[in-house]
Every structure is written in C-alpha cells, then in structure tokens.
C-alpha cells in the first residue's frame, strides 16, 4: 500500500469527506480538521492486500474512497465502502488481525498509526466514545453488508 505524506492542501475535502460520515457526523470543524491533519493518506490498487489476516495491526483504516473485500480465512464475509473503517477492535484489544481486507476497486484511506489511534480519546473524545462502541460490534458491522447483498441477489434472481 503507498502512504502519502499528509496532504494538507485537500485537509477541506477529506474534512467534508468525513462530516458526510456516520462515525464522525456532528463533530466540530477543529476536531475534524485535527482528525485529517494527523492521518496520512494512503491508496492500494484493485487485489492488493491491504490487511493480512493473523498479524499483528499496525493502523487505523477509514474508507474515503473505493471499496474492499473483507474475508476470513479466505471466505468473503463483508464489503468495505466509503464511511467504513476497519482495525478498531484489533488495536483496542491488542491481538493479531482476525480477517483479511483486499481492495475490489482503488481505494483511498485515511490511516492513523496505532500510537496516533491511541492519541484520540484525548483530542477526540466524543469520537473515541464512538470507535468503543463500534469497536464492540465490529464483527455483525463487517458481515451485514455481505448478508444485504446476498439478500438482494437472491431476491433478483425469483424475480
């Protein structure tokens, strides 16, 4: 995956990207703006692995554009999309990655070290209270677009 220094010429637009976003929607301009200012940007291509399962996890990853394939031990179990983040629970509970992520399409991120991760609940702590909470489901979170989908295609295909 290639990391970019942080851009702070598009700061406005990834600050927009994210107040359009569930996890971040409310939070105050300066708290946004600091949010972006501290993450690097990153960017993978279509089939690059961009979390191996069964490793350790080394950063926080928010989607802002592109999508991605989330598996477990091979087997598709989720789809990523803009607004998504993924690694929350890996890092709060410090143990080795229990899914893969591969990029479908390009895909543009936000990532945070884990050292800047741990940074937020003294920034941020209306969106730290979010990430625990999140944290806390992530596992329904990632498998429920999987199951809308397939719901949808067997629908489509009595139709």
């Known amino acids: 995956m290639r990391t970019d220094a942080p851009r702070h010429e598009t700061d406005d637009g990834f600050a927009g990207t994210l107040r359009s976003m569930a996890l971040f929607a409310g939070l105050p301009d300066r708290e946004l703006e600091d949010l972006v200012a501290r993450c690097?940007?990153?960017?993978?291509?279509?089939?690059?692995?961009?979390?191996?399962?069964?490793?350790?996890v080394r950063f926080w990853h928010v989607v802002v554009g592109g999508h991605a394939l989330v598996?477990?031990?091979?087997?598709?179990?989720g789809l990523l999309g803009r607004g998504d983040t993924w690694s929350e629970h890996s890092l709060l509970n410090p143990r080795p990655s229990p899914i893969a992520v591969v990029a479908l399409s390009p895909l543009t991120l936000l990532t945070l070290s884990r050292r800047q991760f741990f940074e937020i609940p003294e920034e941020h702590p209306v969106l730290a209270g979010r990430l625990v909470?999140?944290?806390?489901?992530?596992?329904?979170?990632?498998?429920?677009?999987?199951?809308?989908?397939?719901v949808h295609l067997e629908r489509r295909g009595r139709g």
């Open 40 to 56: 690097d940007v990153s960017h993978a291509h279509p089939g690059q692995v961009v979390q191996a399962q069964d490793v350790p």
């Open 71 to 77: 598996q477990h031990d091979g087997t598709p179990i």
């Open 133 to 150: 909470a999140r944290s806390a489901t992530s596992a329904h979170r990632l498998a429920l677009p999987l199951f809308n989908a397939l």
